[in-house]
């Protein structure tokens, strides 16, 4: 099954932009996988989805700031104008049609300074 | 608004049962699948399991380190999903989240993915 692997943390200063990166696994860069935002001491929040074609799909609510793009295995979350409340643990998550299972990758810490 | 609400948490001993409730509401509840997330003190999100809409034959998958003790089910007429843990372990502690399974066609092909998330209902497991 697909393995996604992320950075353990990733900082930039308020206002700036930050890409966030998700690789897949060998043999599963065609993936679609789904970005999650976790702000400290509350649940997960889905933010989109981002397909191989680099297509993306935000969720209801998710500010203009996040985008989405892709090239080859790597899938990425991009935010601009970084606002204090982006301070976050940031999970991208697939879905295998082959095992019938899902994955998580290990999550990004993003601090802004 | 569409909303997933869990409950059933508590304080169980090891070897003991509990069941989860997630309840939704804001959609239709039985055109879904539904996916529970669990997250130990401190570290990242593990799934643990999945149900299928009846539309496609409601069947349940699981992580390996709850096969055989975790089952999930749901009443499409009550709009709620249930997780029945058996035989709980220390390492089951944890906040317990359910999700709703977006579904995705390319072709011949399909793809889950998680686009609505509850707010979680905390297990303790402990002596």
């Known amino acids: 099954q697909p393995v996604l692997t992320q950075s353990s943390s990733a900082s930039a200063s308020l206002g700036s932009s930050v890409k966030l990166t998700c690789t897949l696994s060998?043999?599963?860069?065609?993936?679609?996988i789904a970005w999650h935002q976790q702000q400290p001491g509350k649940a997960p929040r889905y933010m989109m989805k981002?397909?191989?074609?680099?297509?993306?799909n935000k969720g209801s609510g998710v500010p203009d700031r996040f985008s989405g793009s892709s090239s080859g295995a790597d899938r990425y979350l991009t935010i601009s104008n970084l606002q204090s409340e982006d301070e976050a643990d940031y999970y991208c998550?697939?879905?295998?049609?082959?095992?019938?299972?899902?994955?998580f990758g290990g999550g990004t810490k993003l601090t802004v300074l | 608004e569409v909303q997933l609400v869990e409950s059933g948490g508590d304080l169980v001993q090891p070897g003991r049962s509990l069941r989860l409730s997630c309840t939704a509401s804001?959609?239709?509840?039985?055109?879904?699948?539904l996916s529970w997330v669990r997250q130990a003190p401190g570290k990242g999100l593990e799934w643990v399991g999945f149900?299928?809409?009846?539309?496609?034959?409601?069947?349940?998958d699981y992580a390996a380190s709850v096969i055989g003790r975790f089952t999930i089910s749901r009443d499409d007429s009550e709009s709620i999903a249930y997780l029945q843990m058996n035989s709980l372990k220390t390492e089951d502690t944890a906040v317990y989240y359910c999700?709703?399974?977006?579904?995705?066609?390319?072709?011949?092909?399909?793809?889950?993915?998680?686009?609505?998330w509850g707010k979680g209902t905390t297990v303790t497991v402990s002596s």
């Open positions: 999700s709703r399974e977006g579904l995705l066609w390319f072709g011949a092909k399909y793809h889950y993915y998680m686009d609505v």
């Open positions: 804001g959609f239709t509840f039985g055109d879904y699948a």
């Open positions: 149900i299928r809409s009846k539309t496609y034959g409601g069947r349940t």
């Open positions: 060998s043999g599963h860069s065609s993936y679609i």
């Open positions: 981002v397909e191989g074609s680099g297509s993306y």
């Open positions: 998550e697939t879905w295998d049609s082959n095992t019938h299972r899902v994955v």
